[in-house]
């Protein structure tokens, strides 16, 4: 099974990468399962319904979220509506949506995408490392899907600042899952790499949208922001329109990944 995960999508230019790029590299690379992060999606802050469907219309089955996932006010109401629509698992209980989705991939796969948020340099949440075993454990006891048998194919989205947290979850979780996949920082790191107990893992696939900015945003209202501190409104930035993602390539009958490779795309 050939998995494709997307990198945060930010704005207009990173919607518009993943409409005109995404059918074709799905083609290209034998994708069994689309997973993207959407969290910056609508101008750079959160999502709305409208775009969320877009999105999956584009051909993403399931979108991950993170800090940013509540923004639009408007998608509180959504969640209800639509379980393809992931926020953190580990968010205080009671708030809208679902952390953990279980589906099936285009060729009837069982899989199943846990969406955690890291808490160094975020705001505190519960423990994504205990929230991780909570959510494996219900996992554990959904049994077989639809006389497909239980689910081996598990990725965790987990979106966190802090590169030693990532890390720290990918070798907690390392043999327990599919693939630890860090989001949040738009900046692709290059330490993929399969752990010793067969979990994919890197510490972030960086970003889907205008490159030419900072971290997604028009980059000289974030260089005077560094420079004199004061409030600004931040505004999408456009140029090199980059798609950034991962492949990984796992084993359906141990759940196991055989390699995770990175994936750039450009907008011509």
């Avoid at 999105?55 to 940013?68: K, M, R, T, Y």
């Avoid at 420079?227 to 999408?236: C, S």
Wanted: charged share 25%.
């Amino acid at each position: 099974m050939r998995i494709l995960f997307i990198g945060d999508i930010v704005g207009a230019p990173g919607r518009e990468i993943v409409r005109a790029e995404l059918e074709a590299a799905r083609a290209e690379h034998r994708i069994d399962l689309v997973i993207a992060n959407c969290e910056n999606a609508a101008s750079g802050f959160g999502i709305t319904p409208k775009l969320a469907e877009e999105l999956l219309a584009a051909g993403a089955e399931v979108l991950s979220g993170g800090n940013h996932i509540y923004d639009r006010k408007e998608i509180l109401d959504y969640f209800p509506s639509q379980p393809r629509l992931l926020r953190p698992a580990n968010f205080p209980p009671g708030n809208p949506g679902t952390g953990l989705f279980v589906g099936r991939a285009r060729l009837g796969t069982p899989f199943a995408l846990l969406n955690l948020q890291g808490r160094v340099f975020m705001t505190p949440n519960d423990c994504p490392f205990r929230t991780a075993d909570r959510e494996l454990e219900r996992l554990a006891r959904l049994g077989p899907i639809n006389g497909a048998g239980p689910v081996k194919i598990v990725i965790v989205d987990i979106h966190a600042e802090a590169t030693s947290e990532k890390q720290a979850m990918g070798w907690y979780l390392d043999g327990r899952v599919t693939a630890v996949i860090g989001t949040h920082t738009h900046v692709m790191t290059a330490d993929e790499r399969v752990l010793p107990k067969g979990t994919a893992y890197i510490t972030d696939v960086g970003m889907t949208g205008p490159h030419s900015s900072v971290i997604g945003m028009e980059k000289d209202a974030m260089v005077k922001r560094f420079l004199n501190g004061l409030p600004a409104r931040f505004e999408v930035g456009d140029g090199d329109v980059r798609l950034n993602a991962v492949v990984v390539d796992a084993d359906e009958e141990t759940g196991f990944a055989r390699s995770i490779s990175r994936l750039c795309l450009r907008l011509d």
